[in-house]
């Protein structure tokens, strides 16, 4: 790869006229930074913030997060999705705790769990100032469009040439006086607002000029598609039994189960029991296409028993980790009680 050129100043200018207020750029501790990027892990920003904010007064700083139960932390995650990540946060809070503080470089914080090479270097570079180099997807699009980087050599030369570029980038511009938490950021932020996947907003890119693919007149080509994406279809059905004091029966999903640590309806048809109607709700996790079909039941006769993994939680204020199937479904179940209507599909 020959020596590439870049913009870095006009790169840099942009941002600070146009880069968005968000919670973690006003204090930029390695704490805040650490959790908003685990939390920026395949979610958008704005998906992102009011969880931040609500996760942050409940564990302001990483002991009070180290020392709280596995539960706690799921149900201030609950509704973000990939809930691995909640619980690999509360295992690398331990760990951060254990060994006395933060990591300091790179090595040391892909050490740490749920951390991988682009998030150690986010972290190093927006909270350290160090010049790592990153790449997430909203990077790889602008570099891939501003170099005309393709996939002909396969996906990991194409990976490997943009980490490249990142590298020099970062060390290009620290060399130059910017500070490598802004350039990373301004890459960050210049493929989320402006070189979009599609239609991107080339009239406005402050580095337009510089762009390969733009000049080619196939910007929005690259980078080029991956395999179409294999789906698998999942059906699911669960029954949701309540009683008559505005409360509904739940299960915890246990350790090796698919969203392990949330609560959920239960997968056995209830004994004792009037069919109230059904729900049904649609769903797309990573690869999963996913249909629920929500059954309710109303209870007869003596409750069912509190236990372990096991319980009653008030509809309206469950207060126990709950993924987002289970909250839509949840509302649909509150407008029942309250109308008396019957439950009709979604």
């Not at 704005?46 to 149900?75: H, I």
């Not at 059905?237 to 392990?260: N, S, Y």
Request: aromatic fraction near 10%; charge should be positive.
């Amino acid at each position: 790869m020959g020596k590439p050129t870049f913009p870095w100043k006009k790169l840099f200018d942009w941002f600070e006229r146009q880069k968005r207020v968000l919670p973690w750029r006003n204090d930029p501790s390695l704490y805040r930074v650490w959790i908003s990027e685990i939390m920026l892990q395949q979610t958008q920003v704005a998906t992102v913030v009011p969880y931040f904010e609500k996760f942050l007064n409940r564990f302001p700083d990483v002991k009070t997060l180290a020392e709280s139960s596995e539960e706690e932390v799921m149900l201030h995650w609950a509704g973000l999705g990939y809930y691995s990540r909640a619980r690999n946060l509360r295992k690398a809070a331990q760990k951060i705790v254990e060994i006395g503080g933060f990591p300091q470089n790179r090595e040391e914080w892909e050490a740490i769990p749920g951390v991988g090479p682009y998030t150690a270097g986010a972290i190093l570079s927006i909270a350290l100032n160090q010049p790592e180099a990153i790449l997430d997807g909203n990077v790889e699009r602008v570099l891939s469009r501003l170099r005309k980087v393709g996939r002909e050599k396969g996906d990991v030369a194409f990976k490997e040439e943009l980490w490249q570029l990142s590298r020099f980038f970062v060390m290009g511009a620290f060399n130059d006086g910017i500070p490598p938490s802004q350039i990373n950021q301004a890459l960050m932020e210049l493929g989320a607002m402006t070189c979009l996947p599609r239609n991107p907003k080339c009239e406005i890119c402050p580095i337009a000029k510089d762009c390969q693919a733009r000049a080619a007149g196939v910007a929005e080509e690259f980078p080029p598609r991956k395999k179409p994406k294999k789906w698998l279809t999942i059906h699911e059905e669960l029954h949701a039994l309540v009683d008559g004091h505005g409360k509904v029966f739940l299960r915890q999903r246990a350790a090796g189960e698919w969203r392990a640590g949330l609560w959920d309806f239960l997968e056995v048809e209830p004994k004792k029991a009037r069919r109230l109607g059904s729900v049904e709700t649609r769903h797309v996790v990573t690869r999963h296409k996913i249909t629920r079909v929500t059954h309710f039941w109303k209870q007869l006769g003596k409750p069912l028993e509190t236990r372990d993994g096991f319980r009653w939680v008030l509809i309206s204020d469950p207060e126990v980790a709950l993924g987002s199937a289970v909250q839509k479904v949840l509302i649909r179940a509150r407008e029942f009680l309250e109308s008396g209507d019957k439950i009709q599909r979604l």
